[in-house]
């Protein structure tokens, strides 16, 4: 199998990735007050609090970065547990079977996260 | 503790029978320590005085064939080259390297490592087999060449980095920093060509993704090879090759024979050629 | 291949820990490895928490209030401590395995030199890099907020 110099070159690409999205992700959330970011959290108070989030979520470039860092970090993190149930040795058939979990469970959460993304996007614009 | 106070050193090793016990057992033995010694020559007086079925590998007794690696308290090395003195006691716990099944005693069973050795092709592979194989002189290669392998061909396949690697405690179809090393030996080789057939193991469950340089095997090595240098340097000529961005080279040609020079006054004729 | 009848000595997980001696290395392994894993699990979670938000206001509340109380901040907090050193040690790590700052190949002179001598002062950098975002988190998540 000639998969892993493909797939970790992607694991590493999109850590790259996330370093950047997550980065913005956590400034906004949990160093709101430290680094304050100008329109990322206008109500004031918590960042989780509803009218913070309708704002956020009105940005369409925002939503598009949760989208893409949505994706990013599951390709990541489930290669990366891959990875680690793969160097316990389990026998072939097993090897194949995590392998098509984890597909199938990042595959569902990407789609139903898109969905929750776009969805609130309408919902916030609506508003 | 210093040569002057140590007169008597304790022994304990790791022991097994494979015709009798079901599992490695402890045994301690007393011995005289004398100037100089090294753990080797403490286990030849163990043998001589004490337990004359102990079983080991040895056979230079100089760090250069790679055959005394054992878990010397707790760190994979050679017996010969670790002087007793430097272990700071008077307790030598000594222990087959782990990760490898234990033959006898302190015998592993190394064979895996070198199968894994032996799928990465560690040698010079050339499409031009007839000069390979009737050479008409030598490959041409600069000094500055040399160096991008030299150090990782100072391996001596003693198995201690194999013993020191966290994945390959657990994974058994990892190559190992060992073969790792070596492919890269012989991948950064100017003389050589055979990037894409060692590929075939490299950019697979086998190769080095699974190395997360938690950096044992280059702490362990006796013979300061640096293996996970020559693992991250190959994961970069992989990315390269997979984002087709690898230079590749053509295999060194053969060196013009110095037949048309003339050579300076006072220089002393060179030695017959070898080939 | 060679059939071994010798017994198996293979360190398995204890291994991942501590087969050999213990290097600072061998420490960022082992807690990149842990914070990777705390990372998934929560984030694994978090898509389906935070998806709430698309249903409106009250699904959204109802979700939050799920999952406060002390013990989910404190949660969060280790969430963010755990991002805050796999994300600067995986730029580390990122750098080297692609082979630089290990250094050039060298002739091996005792005392040997190797790659993680050339690259301590990058996991230094890495330890410290993390400590400064910790602190700046640790003051918002507990003194200003
Ligand atoms: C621990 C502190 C965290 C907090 C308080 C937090 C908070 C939130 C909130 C409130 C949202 C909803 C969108 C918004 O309001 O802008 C969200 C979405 C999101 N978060 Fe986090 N987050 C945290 C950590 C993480 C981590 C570690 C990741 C991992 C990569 C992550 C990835 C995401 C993604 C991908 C979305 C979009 C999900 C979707 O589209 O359904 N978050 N987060
Ligand atoms: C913040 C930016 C991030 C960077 C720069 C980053 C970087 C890296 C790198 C370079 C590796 C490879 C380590 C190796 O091969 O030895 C890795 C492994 C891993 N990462 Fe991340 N990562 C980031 C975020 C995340 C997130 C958000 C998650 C969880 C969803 C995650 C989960 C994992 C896991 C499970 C591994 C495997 C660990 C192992 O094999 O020991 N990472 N990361």
């Known amino acids: ?127 | 503790m210093s040569e002057k106070t140590l007169t008597e050193v304790t022994y304990r090793i790791r022991r097994f029978d494979p015709d009798g016990d079901t599992a490695p057992h402890w045994e301690e033995y007393g011995i005289p320590y004398s100037a100089g010694m090294t753990v080797l020559d403490g286990l030849w007086k163990v043998k001589e005085m004490r337990a004359p079925d102990l079983a080991w590998r040895s056979s230079c007794r100089m760090g250069v064939c790679g055959s005394c690696g054992m878990l010397v308290n707790g760190k994979a090395r050679l017996a010969c080259n670790t002087q007793v003195t430097e272990l700071g006691g008077d307790t030598v716990v000594v222990a087959p390297l782990p990760n490898f099944d234990i033959v006898r005693d302190l015998v592993p069973e190394l064979a895996p490592m070198f199968d894994s050795h032996r799928a990465l092709m560690p040698h010079v592979i050339r499409e031009d087999v007839q000069e390979q194989e009737h050479p008409t002189g030598e490959f041409w290669q600069s000094a500055h060449e040399l160096e991008q392998y030299l150090q990782f061909s100072y391996c001596i396949k003693c198995g201690c980095c194999m013993a020191a690697c966290p994945t390959f405690a657990t994974d058994a179809l990892y190559s190992g920093p060992m073969p790792l090393g070596q492919a890269h030996r012989y991948n950064s080789d100017t003389r050589d060509g055979g990037f894409s057939a060692r590929k075939r193991v490299l950019a697979g469950e086998a190769g080095p993704w699974r190395c997360h340089f938690a950096g044992e095997c280059s702490r362990v090595c006796p013979k300061g090879v640096d293996p996970a240098k020559a693992i991250q340097l190959m994961k970069r000529e992989l990315v390269l090759d997979y984002l087709r961005l690898h230079k590749q080279h053509r295999p060194a040609t053969v060196a013009k024979k110095a037949t048309e020079t003339k050579r300076r006054e006072g220089i002393p004729e060179p030695p017959a050629p070898t080939v | 291949m060679i059939e071994s009848k010798g017994h198996p000595n293979r360190l398995g997980i204890w291994g991942w820990l501590g087969g050999g001696r213990w290097g600072v290395e061998r420490y960022l392994y082992t807690l990149h490895r842990l914070t990777g894993l705390g990372l998934l699990t929560y984030f694994l979670l978090h898509i389906l928490v935070t998806s709430s938000r698309a249903l409106g206001k009250a699904p959204w509340e109802q979700a939050m209030n799920a999952v406060t109380g002390p013990l989910f901040k404190l949660g969060e907090y280790l969430v963010f401590v755990a991002f805050a050193f796999h994300a600067v040690n995986g730029i580390r790590l990122g750098i080297i395995e692609l082979g630089f700052g290990v250094g050039p190949p060298i002739e091996p002179v005792y005392p040997y030199r190797t790659s993680l001598d050339v690259q301590r002062p990058l996991a230094v950098g890495v330890l410290l890099l993390a400590a400064i975002i910790v602190v700046m988190g640790t003051l918002n998540f507990w003194v200003l907020e």
């Open chain 1, 1 to 127: 199998m000639m998969r892993d110099q493909k797939l970790w070159t992607w694991h590493l690409a999109a850590g790259v990735v996330i370093l950047f999205l997550l980065g913005l992700h956590m400034t906004v959330m949990h160093l709101n007050v430290t680094v304050p970011l100008k329109g990322l959290n206008p109500a004031g108070g918590h960042p989780i609090d509803w009218q913070n989030v309708i704002a956020r979520g009105k940005i369409g470039a925002f939503a598009l970065t949760y989208v893409v860092l949505l994706g990013a970090a599951l390709f990541h993190g489930l290669y990366g547990l891959r990875n680690i149930l793969f160097e316990l040795n389990p026998a072939s058939w097993l090897k194949r079977t995590v392998s098509i979990v984890l597909l199938l469970c990042g595959l569902a959460l990407f789609s139903f996260g898109t969905w929750a993304a776009i969805a609130g996007f309408s919902l916030a614009k609506a508003m």
